[in-house]
């Protein structure tokens, strides 16, 4: 049973171009969160997010980010016209259910640079 | 809003010793769940520990406790025994029943030989 899945691993892009990531929730999870861990700090919740639905984007940045988990495929947090500030660790994790205790499981992150 | 702190940056333990990380947190419900992460090099987060608010009995797996102090509202970590495999960055995380996690700035270990 594959953990949750992230890709790249390890992503580059200039100011000003846009980044996609990449999120596969373990098999049989409907729940992904998604995670942001700056340099040399704790991770920060962005969204919360159903098969088609947002739960919750309350630490999503207002502008240049946004995060979509369809019927079918991957969940994808897209930033658009990326700045120096946005190079972190991102981290995404999936649960089977919303309950509030069920664990999420995280996968191994995504590195972005902004050169 | 709630927050969780870690005083500790950074921790050292010689091997086979005894640690503990401290942790406390800030919230206004009654009902949430804490957890310790491990974070190694390869930056793979992973659960140590997990502790439900309505259990008076502190978790224990294997070398790893925690002393959970709800009036307090402090959730500390211990390792006993401690390993070289063990050295890593450890976060303190606190999840309510909205499912969010919100994490601790980290404490790294260091563990000497």
């Known amino acids: 049973n594959a953990g949750v899945m992230q890709n790249p691993r390890h992503l580059v892009r200039r100011r000003g171009q846009e980044a996609r990531l990449r999120c596969s929730p373990m098999?049989?999870?409907?729940?992904v969160y998604w995670y942001r861990q700056l340099p040399e700090e704790g991770l920060k919740f962005m969204v919360y997010l159903q098969k088609e639905n947002i739960i919750d984007e309350s630490g999503m940045p207002k502008e240049r980010f946004s995060a979509e988990f369809p019927k079918e495929g991957p969940s994808i947090l897209r930033i658009q016209q990326v700045v120096r500030g946005d190079s972190a660790a991102y981290f995404c994790?999936?649960?089977?259910?919303?309950?509030?205790?069920?664990?999420?499981?995280f996968g191994p992150g995504t590195r972005l640079t902004v050169l | 809003a709630q927050t969780v702190t870690q005083s500790q940056p950074e921790m050292s333990v010689q091997e086979a010793e005894t640690v503990t990380l401290s942790c406390t947190y800030d919230?206004?419900?009654?009902?949430?769940?804490l957890f310790w992460y491990k974070q190694p090099p390869s930056r793979q987060m992973i659960l140590v520990i997990r502790?439900?608010?309505?259990?008076?009995q502190n978790a224990t797996e294997n070398r790893f406790s925690v002393n959970f102090q709800k009036a307090a509202k402090s959730f500390s970590l211990k390792i006993s025994d401690s390993q070289l495999g063990d050295a890593a960055m450890y976060f303190c995380?606190?999840?309510?029943?909205?499912?969010?996690?919100?994490f601790g700035a980290g404490t790294i270990l260091r563990v000497k030989s």
């Open positions: 098999k049989g999870h409907s729940h």
């Open positions: 919230t206004s419900e009654s009902d949430y769940y």
């Open positions: 502790q439900e608010a309505y259990k008076q």
């Open positions: 994790a999936s649960s089977s259910s919303g309950s509030s205790y069920n664990e999420q499981f």
């Open positions: 995380a606190y999840k309510p029943l909205v499912n969010k996690l919100v």
